[in-house]
């Protein structure tokens, strides 16, 4: 199955990146490089853009789909969070915008093969990089009970997860759970009836072990600790999130660091710190009603942008 990706909020993140000519562009999480497509595009004839992915499909993909605009190209087989390590790696001493897309595509969730959908019944693995050590089967069959119901709880917001913690321990006691199919039955099973209709059940447990797997959080916010020192002044980030969890570390980040930029009056110079952003989306940009019904993925993208002082 080809890889498939649609870019969301793509008239959106152009804006907010204000591309240019001869700009240098980081797309810290390529998918399946439509928004890097773009980014190229709007930056033409001589921007440059460095593409990273944690990933290997990904890259495989962007290469060939990128392939007539090579030369203007960089990519990575890295996590975002490696981004400042890649610039060295390039002798990059700023960057015109970052770009980081954190939902999860199609091709992760249609043919990866590596679990990360409760539709299907693969190998329980949700492992973005395959180099990473450690797989979703791993966690489910060995953390104790107090540490699922947490990983549950804190990274799926999950209103069942101790009773889905028990159920999990009390099955895998029998024989192990190796695939996404077992532990989405296992799942319903502990989950009363009623007690959530809107969305399958097993959806946030699934979030939870691929947040907790994949380190995303804390990939996340390390990351955004240096996006200050890593963009030219006037460069710009653009977020695109899709879950609370996501949205509330960016959105605290975002105001921490402008808050650091205005004027203290106890200071002599009458300065503030260098390196800080501004604000570009007082309130988050969501996708409209048109994008929503064309691409239902979509529905949950909050975007935030800031842009260096």
């Known amino acids: 199955m080809a890889y498939r990706h649609i870019p969301v909020m793509r008239a959106e993140v152009l804006e907010y990146l204000n591309c240019r000519a001869g700009g240098v562009y980081a797309d810290g999480t390529l998918g399946g490089a439509g928004h890097a497509r773009a980014i190229l595009e709007h930056s033409a004839p001589d921007g440059l853009l460095i593409g990273l992915d944690q990933d290997a499909d990904a890259i495989t993909n962007a290469r060939e789909f990128l392939a007539d605009q090579a030369e203007r190209v960089r990519l990575f087989h890295r996590n975002f969070a490696q981004l400042p390590e890649v610039m060295g790696q390039l002798g990059l001493k700023g960057l015109d915008g970052i770009l980081l897309d954190l939902g999860i595509s199609l091709h992760h969730l249609q043919a990866s093969g590596r679990g990360f959908s409760f539709l299907r019944d693969e190998p329980l693995d949700m492992r973005m990089d395959i180099r990473a050590a450690q797989t979703a089967a791993d966690l489910i069959n060995r953390l104790k009970e107090d540490d699922l119901r947490r990983i ?25 759970i190796r695939t996404s199919g077992e532990l989405a039955r296992i799942v319903c099973e502990a989950v009363p009836r009623g007690g959530r209709a809107r969305i399958h059940p097993a959806t946030r447990v699934f979030m939870a072990l691929r947040i907790a797997v994949n380190d995303e959080l804390n990939r996340l916010a390390e990351l955004l600790d240096q996006v200050p020192e890593m963009l030219n002044p006037g460069g710009r980030l653009c977020v695109l999130s899709f879950h609370s969890l996501e949205d509330r570390i960016v959105k605290r980040h975002l105001k921490a660091m402008e808050k650091r930029n205005r004027r203290d009056p106890w200071l002599q110079d009458g300065g503030g710190s260098e390196g800080t952003l501004k604000i570009l989306t007082r309130k988050v940009v969501r996708p409209g009603p048109d994008e ?5 993925m979509a529905r949950s993208t909050k975007l935030r942008a800031a842009e260096r002082v």
């Not at 997860?161 to 999990?168: H, T, W």
């Open 152 to 176: 549950l709880q804190e990274y799926g917001e999950e209103r069942w997860s101790g009773r889905i913690a028990r159920r999990i321990i009390h099955v895998r006691r029998i024989q192990p």
């Open 292 to 296: 929503i019904a064309a691409n239902p």
